[in-house]
């Protein structure tokens, strides 16, 4: 982290977002309206990654129930681990299945369901609830969100223009 894009320095991770999420530092809205072709090329951009990174989430969701649960409390690094793991296991069972002839296969799935599987992480609260309501009070900057939107949409035009 840490990166710097223009006049802002970026110290948390950021994330592509529809309009319905609040306007935060690590909340990258889309642009509704986009005027000039800066921000068109933006909008278009932004909304394909965002719709690519639903789906594969989805397929996640849908095959492990850990990535459905709430996950504030968590560190990055734990996070990292859980869904680096779910995805090689998806890959693993669509590999699996593969080899599966196709009348067989919905004994596979139904082996495969994680629907029931809950899961608990148990950790000392206090120090890393600090951490946590200190970081919440920071992502809540609307200056912020406006800054690192309009850094990337400069980013991404000024790359454009190198590939010309």
């Known amino acids: 982290m840490g990166k ?4 802002y320095t970026y110290t948390m991770r950021y994330y592509l977002a529809d309009g319905i999420y ?3 530092e ?6 509704s309206q986009p005027q000039g072709a800066m921000r ?4 278009m951009m932004q909304e394909a990654c965002r719709k690519d990174v639903e789906r ?6 849908a095959r ?3 990535v459905r649960v709430p996950t504030r409390g968590w560190s990055d690094e734990d996070l990292y681990y859980i869904m680096k793991t779910c995805i090689i296991l998806h890959n693993m069972i669509i590999e699996d299945e593969c080899d599966i002839p196709a009348n067989e296969c919905s004994a596979a799935q139904l082996e495969t369901d994680t629907s029931n599987t809950c ?6 609260p206090n120090e890393e609830y600090a951490q946590f309501m200190l970081n919440r009070q920071r992502i809540r900057s609307t200056e ?3 800054a690192i939107r309009n850094d990337l949409i400069e980013d991404l035009w000024s790359r454009v223009g190198e590939l010309e």
Do not use: E, M, Y
Not at 4 to 7: E, K, M, P, Q, V
Not at 119 to 124: A, E, G, P, T, Y
């Open 22 to 24: 609040p306007r935060w």
């Open 4 to 7: 710097d894009r223009g006049r």
């Open 26 to 31: 690590t909340i990258v809205k889309r642009i």
């Open 40 to 43: 068109q090329l933006f909008a």
């Open 119 to 124: 899961c608990q992480v148990s950790r000392d």
């Open 144 to 146: 912020a969100h406006n």
């Open 56 to 61: 594969a989430f989805g397929v996640l969701q």
């Open 64 to 66: 492990f129930n850990i």
